[in-house]
C-alpha cells in the first residue's frame, strides 16, 4: 500500500544531464508537492497521473520546508528543474511568495525551468519572471480535436501559442512537450501528429520535447491499456519523428522518455529497447541524425513496419501485440 504523502516533503528529488548555453550541464529535478492542478480537478488530461503527487490542504509553510529539503540537495547545479502537479504560475499551486522565494533561492543557477498551463502566463506573470527563467507548456498537439478528444487538454493550440509568445517577447526561453500516440492514436498517425505539432511549435519553441505516451496510473489511458485499446509508441517510432523533425524545425529536438523501455512506456522488442534509447538521448544532446542510426539492426523494426500496416488495414489503434492479429502483422 502506497505510503500517504507528507506535505511538508517534495516529491521527489534527483540529479540529471541537460543542455544549458549550448553545453551539456548537471542539473537537479524536483518535484513539489501542491493542492494539485486546477485543471485535474475539472476532469484532468487523459493520460497525466501526477494528481498523484499532490496533496490536498498544502500550506505555504509545508512548501517552505519542501524548498528547505530542495535546498539541502542543491550542489550548485547550472539548471534547475522545478515541477509540480500542475502549473507553477497557479497562486493556488505555488503562492506567490514562495514563488518569489525560488526565484531568489535560485537567482545564481544559469536556467530555472518551471511548467505552466497557457491561462495562467498573464502579462503580470510574466513581468515578474527572473532573466534565467524558462517556461515549460504541455502543448502536445496542434490539432485542436487531438487536443479536445484524445487528450482533453482544456486548451486549444492558439492558448499555447499565445502564452508562449509573450514569455518569447520577454526575453525568456521556452520549452515544449509534444505528446507521441495519444490515446486514440495509430503508430503511423502519431508519428505524422507530433511532426507537424512540432513544426507548429517552431515559431515560438527554443526547445521541443518529445514525450512518448507512458501509461500512469489511474488514468483513462491506463483503463485503455488495461482493456488492449492502447499501446504505447515504438521506440521506433519516436525515433522517426525525431528524424523527421531534424532540420525541419530551428529548436533543439529532445526526449527524455517516461517510463522508456517497459511496458507502460515506449519500447521495442525487448532487446533492442536499452541501445534505441540510448540513440534518442545522444541525439538530444548533439542534434546530429546520424546518431538516431545508432541502434544496430533488429528484427523487431520489420514488426513495427509490419505493425502500422496491420492498424491502416484495420483501421484501429488498439494493442495488436495482445490481441488475435499478432499472428497477421508478422505475416505481413
Not at 543542455?19 to 550541464?25: D, R
Not at 548537471?26 to 508537492?33: F, G, K, Q, T, Y
Amino acid at each position: 500500500m502506497r505510503e500517504a504523502p507528507s506535505p511538508d516533503r517534495p516529491e521527489a528529488v534527483w540529479k540529471e544531464r541537460d543542455m544549458s548555453g549550448g553545453a551539456p550541464v548537471d542539473a537537479m529535478v524536483a518535484i513539489l508537492r501542491t493542492d494539485g492542478c486546477a485543471w485535474a480537478k475539472k476532469g484532468g488530461c487523459s493520460m497525466c497521473g501526477y494528481g498523484r503527487a499532490s496533496v490536498r490542504g498544502v500550506t505555504e509553510g509545508d512548501l517552505s520546508a519542501q524548498i528547505g529539503e530542495v535546498l539541502s540537495r542543491y550542489a550548485g547545479e547550472p539548471f534547475v528543474k522545478i515541477y509540480t502537479s500542475g502549473s507553477f504560475l497557479d497562486e493556488a499551486e505555488i503562492p506567490l511568495a514562495v514563488r518569489e522565494r525560488i526565484f531568489s533561492e535560485f537567482a545564481g543557477c544559469e536556467r530555472l525551468l518551471f511548467e505552466s498551463r497557457p491561462e495562467f502566463v498573464t502579462a503580470e506573470a510574466v513581468a515578474s519572471l527572473p532573466r534565467n527563467a524558462t517556461v515549460a507548456f504541455g502543448l502536445e498537439s496542434s490539432d485542436p480535436e487531438v487536443l479536445e478528444r484524445s487528450i482533453g487538454k482544456g486548451f486549444g493550440p492558439g492558448d499555447c501559442r499565445r502564452a508562449a509568445l509573450a514569455v518569447k517577447g520577454a526575453g525568456l526561453s521556452v520549452r515544449t512537450y509534444v505528446m507521441l500516440k495519444p490515446p486514440f492514436m495509430t503508430e503511423s498517425r502519431a508519428i505524422e501528429d507530433a511532426v507537424s505539432s512540432a513544426a507548429f511549435a517552431d515559431e515560438f519553441s527554443d526547445e521541443i520535447s518529445v514525450n512518448p505516451l507512458n501509461v500512469q496510473r489511474a488514468t483513462r489511458a491506463e483503463r485503455l491499456w488495461s482493456q488492449g485499446e492502447l499501446r504505447p509508441p515504438w521506440i521506433w517510432s519516436l525515433i522517426e519523428a525525431m528524424r523527421r523533425m531534424s532540420g525541419t524545425v530551428r529548436a533543439r529536438v529532445m526526449s527524455s522518455p517516461s517510463g522508456g523501455g517497459s511496458a507502460r512506456g515506449a519500447h521495442n522488442c525487448g532487446a533492442c529497447d536499452a541501445a534505441a534509447l540510448a540513440a534518442v538521448e545522444r541525439f538530444s544532446f548533439t542534434q546530429d541524425p546520424r546518431d538516431l542510426d545508432a541502434p544496430a539492426p533488429c528484427g523487431c523494426r520489420a514488426a513495427w513496419e509490419s505493425y502500422m500496416r496491420a492498424e491502416s488495414l484495420l483501421g484501429t489503434p488498439s494493442d495488436l501485440d495482445r490481441g488475435m492479429f499478432n499472428d497477421l502483422m508478422m505475416r505481413m
